[in-house]
C-alpha cells in the first residue's frame, strides 16, 4: 500500500520512498529540510528511494538553479553526487514533451521498458521501442560519476534522465514523470514497487 506522510516515523516504517516533485529547487529542499536527515540515513541503511522530476534533482549536491536566480548555492541530499544544471539559452525551455529514453546499462528500474510500447512502435524488424517518456523541466542532472546515468534522454545534447547511485545503489531517480508516461512509466513504478518488496 502508499501511505502519503510527514510524519518521521513512518518513513523509517517504509519499504520504500518517493520524492514527488514540480516546483523550485531552493523551495523543495527547504520544504524537505525536517526530513533531510531522515531521508539520508534511511538511504544510507538501504532503503529505496525514489526522485522524481524535482525530487530527482534533490538528489544530487548542488543546483544551479538557485544561482541563475541570484540566491546563491543550495545543497541538495548528495546522494547522487553532482549537479543540475540549466538548459542552454538557445533552447527552449522549460523542455515539454515526450522523448526517448537510452538506456545505458542494465538497472532493475528500467527492466521490460522496451516491451510496453504501443503498437505504433513497434519497428521493422519487429522490435518495439517503448522508451519514451514525459518531461517537463529547465535544468537537467550532471552526475559527477558518469555511471550514475542509467539513461539519457538527447534535448540539445545528452542529459541523464535516469540516475541510479553508485555509493547508494538503492537511490534512483527520473528526470521525467513516469505517472503521465503510459505505459514506459507504469512499467518504471512497478519495477520501483518490486525494488522495494523483492
Not at 155 to 178: K, L, R
Amino acid at each position: 500500500s502508499v501511505t502519503v506522510t510527514d510524519d518521521l516515523a513512518a518513513l523509517g516504517r517504509a519499504d520504500g520512498i518517493v520524492l514527488p516533485g514540480v516546483g523550485a529547487f531552493r523551495e523543495g529542499v527547504e520544504n524537505a529540510g525536517p526530513y533531510r536527515d531522515r531521508l539520508v540515513d534511511l538511504a544510507e541503511s538501504r532503503t529505496p528511494v525514489f526522485g522524481i522530476c524535482l525530487g530527482m534533482q534533490m538528489l544530487l549536491t548542488t543546483s544551479e538553479e538557485a544561482d541563475h536566480a541570484g540566491e546563491g548555492e543550495v545543497r541538495g541530499l548528495d546522494l547522487v553526487p553532482g549537479a543540475n544544471v540549466r538548459f542552454a539559452d538557445d533552447l527552449t525551455v522549460p523542455h515539454m514533451g515526450w522523448n526517448r529514453l537510452d538506456v545505458r546499462r542494465d538497472h532493475p528500474l528500467v527492466d521490460g521498458v522496451d516491451s510496453v510500447a504501443p503498437e505504433g512502435r513497434r519497428k521493422d524488424d519487429g522490435t518495439v521501442d517503448g522508451r519514451y517518456a514525459y518531461f517537463v523541466h529547465s535544468y537537467y542532472a550532471e552526475p559527477t560519476d558518469p555511471e550514475a546515468a542509467v539513461a539519457t534522454t538527447a534535448y540539445g545534447g545528452e542529459f541523464a534522465s535516469v540516475v541510479a547511485g553508485t555509493e547508494y545503489e538503492n537511490v534512483f531517480g527520473t528526470q521525467f514523470h513516469p505517472e503521465k508516461s503510459g505505459e514506459t512509466g507504469l512499467r518504471i513504478l512497478r519495477n520501483f514497487v518490486d525494488i522495494c518488496a523483492p
